[in-house]
C-alpha cells in the first residue's frame, strides 16, 4: 500500500531492452504489489502458435488458440514463472525467435481482446505494477501514475546481449539490435495499440541511469501523487 493507504495502478510501458521488467519488479516489491509481466503473456501466447504451427495472421486460429489458453503468473523461490495451464513456460518463451513473434501476434485484434481481459483481471483487486507497451495509453488508462521508460538503441541492445549471452552463445550484438529495429518499427507503427507514451505518462531515459536511479525518480514521482 501506498502512504495514504491507497492501492494504486502503475504502469511502465516502453520498448525492449529499456529496463522495463527488472524495474517493475523491484518497484512493485518495494510498495508490496503485485507485478504483471504483460510482455510474458504475449509471449506465452506466441510460443502456443509456435508449438501448434499456426499462421500468426490467421485470426479465426489465433481466435480459436485464444479460447483454449490459460496462461496466469505463479510466484517460487526463483521469482515469477508463467503458467500455461499446468506447464511452466517461463524457460521456452525468453528467445529472440519468440520476442519477434510476440511483435506479430500482438499486432492482431483477437489476441488483444483476449490478453486485456487477463489483464485488467490481475489488476482487479489490489495494487499493480503493469509493464508493457500499451498499458498506460491502453490497457489502463486511467492509471494513477504513469512511466514511459527508454533508452538508446544500443544500450538497448547490450542489455540484451549481456541477457542472452550465457545461454545463447551464437547471437551476436549486431543481430539483437537489428531485430530491436525492426521490433521498434513494427511496434510503433501498427494500427492497434501502437508503442508511444501516454500523453500524461512521465518519460525517463535510462541510457546512463543505474537501476536504483529510475527507482528512485519513479517512487519520488508515486509518493506526490499519494500525499496530494
Not at 41 to 67: F, M, Q, T
Not at 81 to 103: C, V
Not at 123 to 128: C, E, F, L, R, T
Request: charge should be negative.
Amino acid at each position: 500500500m501506498t502512504r495514504s493507504g491507497r492501492a494504486m495502478i502503475i504502469t511502465i510501458d516502453g520498448p525492449a531492452g529499456a529496463g522495463k521488467t527488472t524495474v517493475s519488479r523491484i518497484l512493485a516489491d518495494r510498495l508490496g504489489y503485485r507485478y504483471i509481466d504483460t510482455g510474458a503473456l504475449y509471449r506465452g501466447v506466441a510460443l502456443k502458435v509456435s508449438e501448434e504451427g499456426i499462421d500468426p495472421e490467421n485470426d479465426d486460429a489465433l481466435e480459436e488458440l485464444c479460447r483454449s489458453l490459460t496462461l496466469a503468473f505463479e510466484k517460487d523461490e526463483s521469482g515469477l514463472r508463467l503458467m500455461s495451464g499446468n506447464r511452466d513456460i517461463t524457460d521456452f518463451i525468453r528467445t529472440q525467435e519468440i520476442a519477434m513473434l510476440a511483435s506479430t501476434v500482438s499486432a492482431r485484434p483477437v489476441v488483444r481482446r483476449f490478453l486485456l481481459k487477463v489483464q485488467r483481471d490481475l489488476a482487479d483487486s489490489s495494487g499493480v505494477v503493469a509493464e508493457g507497451r500499451d498499458m498506460g495509453t491502453v490497457v489502463f488508462p486511467r492509471a494513477d501514475a504513469k512511466f514511459y521508460l527508454d533508452a538508446s538503441t544500443r544500450e538497448r541492445a547490450l542489455r540484451r546481449y549481456r541477457e542472452t549471452a550465457g545461454t545463447h552463445p551464437g547471437v551476436t550484438l549486431e543481430q539483437i539490435e537489428a531485430d530491436m529495429i525492426k521490433r521498434d518499427h513494427n511496434d510503433s507503427t501498427r494500427d492497434l495499440a501502437p508503442l508511444k507514451p501516454a500523453d500524461d505518462a512521465v518519460r525517463i531515459d535510462s541510457s546512463s541511469l543505474s537501476i536504483d536511479q529510475v527507482i528512485e525518480l519513479m517512487l519520488s514521482h508515486v509518493n506526490k501523487i499519494t500525499i496530494r
